[in-house]
Every structure is written in structure tokens, then in C-alpha cells.
């Protein structure tokens, strides 16, 4: 499976911008999809995750309430609608892909597909 992100840009605090994963090789119906983000300085956090065989998503407590993972079978993407956008969500967010349900989701290290990251910016 090979992933490709795209969609960050700068936006300014209170902004909405939405992120796609395109996949090739492999199909989001039977993968478990996720979203990572990783700050200047820090780990690569996780955001959310979609689990294929449920449609279920999980969300880290950072982005609850503000962020929506979901997918379309027929483009075979993943997207990751960020509203409410604050400074702290400024990061370089990666798209990644495993083909089993893990229940250490949140875990980068279950992925074993990874895109190459979009930068996003947040102005305050």
C-alpha cells in the first residue's frame, strides 16, 4: 500500500482545513486508516483512526470535537476535516495504514504504512 497526504496549508486560528490520504495497492474498506501529527520538538502524536470493518473512529483528547476522520471507498482516500483549528495543532500530519484492527490504535508504532506528511500552520 502506498499512501500520498495532501491538503495542509496556513490557516489562520479559529480555520477549517481538510486533509486527504489517496491510496494505491491496497483498499481503505479493509484498512485500518489513520492520522498522526508531529509538532517541532516533539513525538508523532496520534489524532485519529477509522476502523474498516465498523466505520468506528477514535480521536485523540486534543482533537475531540473538532477534527473527523472519514473515508471514501469509491476515490479509495481518507480525509481529516479539522475545524476550530488552534496554534498547538500546527504540525506536519501523516496518513498511515495497517491492514488489522489493533486495540493500540493510537500507537504509531502499528503502522506500517506511512504517507509523506502535509505541513499544516496555524496562526494565531
Known sequence: V???ASGGGLVQAGGSL??????SGGSVRSLTMAWFRR???????FVA??????????????VKGRFTISRDNAKNAVYLQ???????DTAIYYCA????????????????????????????
Open 49 to 62: 483512526a477509522l476502523r474498516s470493518s465498523t466505520s468506528t473512529a477514535y480521536y485523540g483528547d486534543s
Open 2 to 4: 502506498q499512501l500520498q
Open 18 to 23: 481538510r486533509l486527504s490520504c489517496a491510496a
Open 82 to 88: 479539522m475545524n476550530s483549528l488552534k496554534p498547538e
Open 97 to 124: 495504514a495497517r491492514l488489522y484492527w489493533s486495540v493500540a490504535y493510537y500507537s504509531r508504532d502499528q503502522y506500517s504504512k506511512w504517507g509523506q506528511g502535509t505541513q499544516v500552520t496555524v496562526s494565531s
Open 39 to 45: 509538532a517541532p520538538g516533539k513525538e508523532r502524536e
